[in-house]
Each structure stands twice: as C-alpha cells, then as structure tokens.
C-alpha cells in the first residue's frame, strides 16, 4: 500500500519532514460502532493534507477528535510532539492556541457582527485591550480579503463565500501554526471555490501554515493539496502526493480519482 513511512517521533528523523501532528491507532465511535477504527496519520510542517473518502466515513470526526471535540476511544494523538493525553492543562492551552478551526457552514455567531466574530478567540485567549483586539480583526478580515465593511456586517449580510472568509479571518485570529478547515468550499460556486484554495496557498506560502483539510473538491485536492489522505473503513487507505492516489486500485478510489467527475476536472491523466 502507498501509506508513508511513519516517522520516529513528532520532531522526525534527520532528513524526514518534521511533524505536527501525529495520530496511531485512533478509535472513535458513537453507540456500538467505531466510525474510526484504528487511524494513523502523519502531518507534516507546512504541508496542506487534503482528507478525502466516502460520505460518512468519518474525515469530520477525525478533524474533531484530533482537536478533542469529540472524544476518542483508543489511539494517541500528538501535536508538536505533545501527547494531548498527557499535557497539562497549561501545556493544552498553549496547543490549542497554536490551532484554528474553520467548521463547516462557517459557524459564526449569527448575533455578533463578522468583527466580534474575529475577536472572540482574542477574547478567550488573551487580555489585549479593545482597541488591540479590535485592530487585529480589521488585520484578519483584510488579510482574507474582505473589505473592510464587512467587519461591521452581521454573518446573515453575507455571501456563501464572504461567510467562509469571514470565518477563516476568526480561525487566523490567534496567527497559529495549524488550521483544521472542514469542506471550506462546499457550497461556493467554482469560481468562489477556486479564489478560496488560492487565498488558503497564499496563506500558507506566507505564514507557513500546516493545513488539515477535509474535502470533496477534486479541485481543491489538485490544485492545493501538496498531500492527500484516503480514509475508508474507519482507517487511512492511502496517503501521499495525487500521482499515487491516481495508480490505487481500491474500487471507492478508481472511481474517485479516475471517474468522470476526476477526468473533467484534468485528473487521471497521470494514471499508469
Ligand atoms: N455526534 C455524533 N453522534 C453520533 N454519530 C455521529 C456523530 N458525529 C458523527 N457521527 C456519525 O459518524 C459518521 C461519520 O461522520 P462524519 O461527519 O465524520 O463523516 P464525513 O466523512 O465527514 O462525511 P461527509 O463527507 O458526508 O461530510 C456518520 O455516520 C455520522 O452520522
């Protein structure tokens, strides 16, 4: 199978990509059934990973048990060579503020204007004065490209993709290392959807952003990913560059990565 080499530990070996995350044997489930069931996955630094797989196969609730939303059954998950298991609550905080979360449809508080949204992780996280946090919000919602306007609109005055901005703007608020954006690009029209996988290049070009990114858009997958990982079955079927995911042989993967859908968005061509 194409799954990488693990590295040794969360700093890598010398000459392998350094990690920031680090998850084996991951279990999570809800009632009788383990949704993931036995998961490992490397991150590494500066990288966007693109998780795809079929429909309810749990690429969400990995995202989610990797930050500790929802709560994992087995498996050890290390970020920055820190197992969330065993840190501190001061050595947890200090992770979770080295990490942004775009959720799915956004997420934003619809009472508070797109400003107030942006400053809510400053809020919780730090004690800059008013004037402060709001000056790094105007910063976040320029730096995503929104106008400056948009700050003073309510999330309902917004368009699919101005509310994806918006909501980016807020997981940048902290300037982390990690962003965790779950189907940034559901919903917006290909053009939207194509000005959003730019805008997340852009920024990890420039902030050296590492990038989990749950997905269905093979343009996304081809035009930003610099790695992709497969889950199915509740496991990591295949992780690497679009030049292997193109040559697997997996049915849920040949139909994916060469179907129709794959070929009118250029994709297969590589294939052996
Ligand atoms: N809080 C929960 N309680 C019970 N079941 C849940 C919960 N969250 C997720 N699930 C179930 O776990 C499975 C995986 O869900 P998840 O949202 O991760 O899928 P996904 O791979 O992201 O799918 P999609 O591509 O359709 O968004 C689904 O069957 C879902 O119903």
């Not at 920024?203 to 990913?225: F, I, Q, S």
Request: proline share 4%; with cysteine; hydrophobic share 40%.
């Amino acid at each position: 199978m194409m799954n990488d080499a693990p590295a040794d530990s969360a700093q890598g070996r010398s000459g392998q990509e350094e990690l920031v995350i680090r998850v084996r044997d991951l279990v999570v489930g809800f009632g009788e059934r383990n949704v993931i069931d036995g998961m490992d996955m490397d991150v590494r630094k500066g990288e966007i990973l693109g998780v795809v797989g079929p429909s309810g196969t749990g690429k969400s609730v990995s995202l989610r048990a990797i930050i500790g939303l929802t709560p994992k059954r087995a498996g050890k998950v290390e970020v920055f060579g820190v197992d969330l298991d065993e840190a501190t609550d001061e050595e947890r905080l200090g992770i979770e503020r080295r990490w942004g979360v775009l959720f799915q449809q956004g997420a934003l508080f619809s009472s508070l204007t797109v400003r107030q949204n942006v400053e809510m992780p400053l809020r919780e996280h730090t004690k800059l004065s008013p004037k402060l946090r709001e000056e790094i919000a105007r910063l976040k919602i320029d730096l995503v490209g929104l106008k400056p306007d948009a700050g003073d609109r309510f999330p309902s005055e917004l368009s699919g993709g101005m509310i994806k901005r918006a909501a980016l703007a807020r997981a940048l608020a902290l300037d982390p290392d990690i962003v965790f954006l779950d189907e940034p690009t559901a919903g917006l029209d290909p053009i939207g959807a194509n000005a959003f996988d730019r805008l997340i290049m852009t920024l990890k070009e420039t902030l050296g952003l590492t990038v989990y990114l749950v997905t269905h858009d093979l343009d996304t997958l081809t035009t930003a990913c610099d790695r992709i990982a497969a889950l199915k079955g509740g496991k990591v079927l295949a992780i690497g560059p679009m030049s292997e995911m193109v040559k697997n042989d997996d049915p849920w993967m040949k139909e994916y990565f060469r179907g129709e859908r794959a070929r009118a968005a250029g994709i297969g061509a590589t294939a052996a």
